[in-house]
């Protein structure tokens, strides 16, 4: 009900606020508990407090709102007696009339988003805190919850760019988040190097502003990314889910056609083999009737040498099925492609295919995901699928979106538990080299930086509607649970359809999230 009070236009403007600010700013001191005594009591006390807050604020008019919580404007002082009113009672209709309309607007948007990032934090550091009980019972000990506590006192202190006390915290923390321990000190672990990072590169308190992050710093070896990304694809089944999905999209639009054509915006990461091509040309030489006189793949990106190399063995692999093939890298990146870098011919089919891709381009305005959709939309594909990861990653509060991290990576880490032997040494390369790369960025990054900026499907579903693409609702609900049981994923992954889509979860958490669109 509370996102239903954030106009479109005004969720996308926020992502511009400075993030770096404290969260005390924007919080009521009921979400956010500092844990000091080690108990898991507190704060469930303030949290029955805050739902009872939203409750009455749920209740409460926009007028109401206005003046009971003026004091945003006016330093903390009260204005609450008749002569010093925000909106008099004798001249209310006078002091709306004279009230700017930006300001207004500003007004009821930022309790607005005071809202709604503390029930953000709250669910999220709920579902933290019940998972650290769950280590509880298995170990018989506190530290999972200890390890929560911490968690979230260090990330308040980097917030606040309390360098002490977070360097404090940090030491402890160290300590307790194991890389090879349970499920959730491994998560710890990643969350923890992001909190150092983010720490060493704030200002002190009082300074404006962020420092850029050096590249050399953050950046973790190509060969290492690349050997996490190919076990990710092996061991998981996240990439696998959106291959399939996608997969089972274009085949549907190039039905009945001769001569189809993919553009590939970043070939799945530059995975390797081109895994998702080798499943499409087989199931396209098998179909029914006859396969396309001809099939072209466009793969978009920066890494263009080894795009080509992929060409070729799809080359291969496609004329040992009888398909013709014709392969063609464009060396760009998203923001800066154009239409006529895409080779199109006469009479095809066109498809654009985005595996967690478009995320990186959302940045503090909207105007940068807008212009790769405008330039899709006048390729005029017949279809475009989107794979994104399923979660709020791009809010514009640091803790807000520090927890809803926690949240989202603690059930991968935990699906990944279930999977691989604790001392797995292909488990930890997965945990440190993807998603803890994932994790730092998210945490330590600010501004160009920070392109880990996954959304909620709702979120891609209104961006997409409003660059004039309208959804084409996927309907494989039943194939897609067949699949899961053929790739044979470990217990506890399920599928969804939430509107149109299909979301992979891991138990009832979603994950990744695809969906199909039409011009």
């Given at each position: 009900m ?7 236009e005004?969720?996308?403007?926020v992502?511009?606020?400075d993030?770096?600010?404290?969260a005390?700013?924007?919080y ?7 844990f ?8 469930f ?7 009872n807050?939203k ?13 009971s919580?003026s004091?945003?404007?006016s330093?903390?002082?009260s204005y609450?007696?008749?002569s010093?009113?925000?909106?008099s009672?004798?001249s209310s209709?006078?002091s709306l009339?004279s ?18 990032a503390a029930e ?9 805190i ?6 509880v ?5 506190g530290?999972?919850?200890r ?5 979230i006192?260090?990330a308040?202190a ?7 006390h977070?360097s404090?915290l940090?030491?402890?923390?160290r300590?307790n988040?194991?890389?090879f321990?349970?499920?959730f000190?491994?998560?710890?672990s990643?969350?923890?190097?992001g909190?150092?990072?983010r720490?060493s590169?704030?200002q002190?308190?009082?300074a404006?502003g ?7 710093s953050?950046?973790t070896a ?9 076990l ?23 039905e ?19 895994q998702?091509w080798?499943?499409?040309i087989?199931?396209?030489a098998n ?9 072209r793949?466009?793969?978009v990106?920066l890494?263009?040498d ?28 998203l ?6 870098d895409i ?6 089919a066109?498809?654009v295919?985005s595996?967690?891709?478009l995320?990186c381009?959302?940045?503090e305005?909207?105007g ?15 279809a ?9 990653h ?6 807000g979106r520090?927890?809803?991290a926690?949240?989202?990576?603690s ?8 999977m ?9 390369k997965?945990?440190q080299?993807?998603?803890g790369?994932?994790i730092?960025?998210?945490v330590?990054c ?13 979120q ?23 699949w899961?049981?053929?790739?044979k ?7 969804m359809?939430?509107?149109g889509c299909?979301?992979l979860?891991w138990?009832?958490k979603?994950i ?8």
């Amino acid at each position: 009900m509370a996102s239903g009070l954030l106009s479109e236009e005004t969720s996308d403007e926020v992502s511009g606020l400075d993030t770096s600010l404290s969260a005390q700013a924007y919080y009521s001191r009921s979400y956010l508990p500092i844990f000091q005594n080690g108990s898991a009591t507190n704060w469930f006390h303030y949290s029955d407090e805050a739902r009872n807050h939203k409750r009455l604020k749920r209740t409460q008019s926009i007028a109401e709102s206005i003046g009971s919580n003026s004091s945003l404007y006016s330093g903390g002082k009260s204005y609450s007696n008749s002569s010093s009113s925000f909106i008099s009672r004798s001249s209310s209709t006078n002091s709306l009339n004279s009230l700017p309309r930006l300001h207004f607007r500003d007004h009821i948007w930022t309790y607005t988003q005071r809202y709604l990032a503390a029930e953000a934090v709250e669910e999220a550091a709920e579902a933290m805190i019940s998972a650290a009980e769950g280590e509880v019972e298995e170990d018989g000990s506190g530290d999972g919850m200890r390890l929560v506590q911490l968690l979230i006192a260090c990330a308040e202190a980097v917030a606040c760019r309390d360098k002490t006390h977070a360097s404090s915290l940090l030491s402890e923390l160290r300590a307790n988040a194991l890389v090879f321990g349970s499920s959730f000190q491994r998560v710890a672990s990643c969350f923890v190097q992001g909190l150092a990072d983010r720490l060493s590169l704030v200002q002190p308190l009082g300074a404006v502003g962020f420092i850029a992050p050096s590249i050399n710093s953050l950046d973790t070896a190509w060969e290492k990314k690349e050997e996490a990304l190919r076990l990710v694809y092996e061991i998981c089944p996240h990439i696998k889910f959106g291959h399939f999905v996608a997969n089972a999209s274009i085949l549907e639009a190039f039905e009945g056609e001769n001569f189809a054509h993919v553009v590939d915006l970043g070939m799945t990461l530059g995975l390797a083999h081109g895994q998702q091509w080798r499943q499409l040309i087989h199931s396209l030489a098998n179909r029914a009737g006859r396969p396309p006189r001809r099939l072209r793949i466009t793969g978009v990106g920066l890494c263009v040498d080894r795009f080509k190399i992929i060409g070729e063995e799809l080359e291969a692999y496609a004329q040992d099925l009888d398909i013709n093939l014709e392969f063609s890298a464009v060396e760009s990146n998203l923001e800066n492609l154009r239409p006529e870098d895409i080779k199109r011919e006469d009479g095809e089919a066109l498809v654009v295919n985005s595996i967690l891709q478009l995320h990186c381009v959302v940045k503090e305005s909207r105007g940068a995901l807008n212009s790769v959709l405008q330039k899709i939309n006048e390729l005029s594909p017949k279809a475009l699928v989107l794979v994104e990861q399923d979660s709020s990653h791009n809010g514009p509060f640091f803790l807000g979106r520090f927890m809803e991290a926690l949240h989202y990576y603690s059930a991968i880490f935990d699906s990944l538990e279930a999977m691989l032997p604790k001392y797995d040494t292909r488990r930890a390369k997965i945990e440190q080299f993807y998603f803890g790369e994932e994790i730092k960025n998210i945490v330590s990054c600010e501004g160009p930086a920070r392109v880990e900026r996954h959304e909620r499907v709702d979120q891609w579903r209104r961006r997409m509607s409003r660059a004039g693409f309208q959804a084409a609702p996927i309907k494989m609900m039943a194939q897609a649970k067949q699949w899961l049981g053929k790739v044979k994923a470990c217990e506890g992954y399920n599928v969804m359809e939430e509107k149109g889509c299909l979301v992979l979860g891991w138990k009832s958490k979603p994950i990744v999230a695809a969906s199909c669109w039409k011009c």
